[in-house]
């Protein structure tokens, strides 16, 4: 069973960071790919960027490159989502995710509870 426990948000004013954290156990982390996706208020969930099982490739959405950055610690089988220059668009609850394709959101198939980020202005 894949398990995944995001922690890390919480309130942030403009222009702050923020680290997101994602905690899975050593079998999850060396058989997938790895993942975060928001989902704000009304709207649909949108894939974030994700990790390669190596670590050695990245993919980000266009909304988020040069802010974001995705990492993963294989020692404490962690994968971390790196947010700067938020903007209150960043408000959403993110989702760590496992699956086939770091840049494919559709193989995606394992999900964490999420956790809210809430951007101030």
């Known amino acids: 069973q894949v398990q995944l426990v995001e922690s890390g948000g919480g309130l942030v004013q403009a222009g702050g960071s923020l680290r997101l954290s994602c905690a899975t156990s050593g079998r999850t982390f060396s058989s997938y790919a790895m993942g975060w996706f928001r989902q704000a208020p009304g709207k649909e969930r949108e894939f974030v960027g994700g990790i390669s099982r190596s670590g050695g490739n990245t993919y980000y959405t266009e909304s988020v490159k040069g802010r974001f950055a995705i990492s993963k610690d294989n020692g404490k089988n962690t994968l971390y989502l790196q947010m700067t220059s938020l903007e209150p668009e960043d408000t959403a609850v993110y989702y760590c995710?496992?699956?086939?394709?770091?840049?494919?959101?559709?193989?995606?198939?394992?999900w964490g509870q999420g956790t809210q980020v809430t951007v101030s202005s």
């Open positions: 995710a496992a699956g086939g394709s770091y840049a494919a959101p559709k193989s995606f198939t394992y």
